[in-house]
């Protein structure tokens, strides 16, 4: 079976579970598995093959919906049909959305969970979270020893250690990434599926921290 048919097959199976509230089959999914069902449906949807007829109709705004290009708004709104189908099948067989992302600086690494972004959370994943906030964090004051200290926002204003203590103090996880000369740190809390939009702010959110010898570069983070 090529990927094509594997795509098709596994499309039906997971729709078909929902519509006729069957489960009778042996294998469940696997996180990657569904993050690899969700690969090619999003291929196929950009080549035509996956389409819904009606998304002027969940456009609000006609006018709008008149000048999108309805093409590419039907493929739009297919992938997003499918995925909420894999978020249900998550939730139903308790899949987890996290995988592993490893973080490599000066020769040292250290590997840490965080949500997929396009699964979602299931119970226990935020705990996983949780539970990794204390590795990633001795990890982040190991390499940042001789380092200076910036706040991502506010035109990355330099902030000090017991200010970094304090947001500690305050968050629920930690994600940290690198660049060549740098080292980032989330400091994170609230939804795991929302906490990086600006719209989830009290509620969710993540302070961005920045290290360098120096000063920090340009990059976004």
Request: positive net charge; proline residues 3%.
């Amino acid at each position: 079976m090529n990927n094509f048919q594997n795509s098709i097959y596994t499309r039906e199976r997971i729709n078909n579970e929902y519509q006729n509230n069957t489960y009778h089959f042996a294998m469940i999914y696997t996180t990657q598995q569904l993050i690899k069902i969700l690969d090619q449906e999003l291929k196929a949807t950009w080549r035509g093959e996956r389409v819904v007829l009606s998304s002027h109709e969940r456009i609000n705004n006609p006018v709008i919906a008149k000048a999108l290009n309805t093409d590419k708004m039907n493929q739009v709104f297919a992938y997003q049909d499918f995925r909420r189908q894999i978020h249900k099948y998550q939730i139903q067989h308790r899949v987890s959305g996290l995988i592993w992302r490893t973080c490599t600086y000066q020769g040292q690494s250290i590997s840490y969970p965080e949500l997929h972004n396009q699964l979602i959370a299931v119970p226990g994943d935020k705990e996983k979270l949780i539970k990794y906030k204390e590795s990633v964090l001795n990890f982040w004051w190991k390499m940042t020893q001789e380092m200076k200290f910036w706040l991502s926002a506010h035109r990355r204003r330099p902030i000090s250690y017991d200010s970094i203590q304090e947001f500690i103090d305050d968050v629920e996880w930690a994600e940290i990434d690198a660049a060549r000369t740098e080292l980032y740190l989330g400091l994170c809390w609230g939804n795991p599926q929302e906490y990086q939009y600006q719209w989830a702010k009290p509620d969710s959110g993540c302070h961005r921290i920045i290290a360098a010898v120096d000063q920090p570069s340009s990059i976004k983070v």
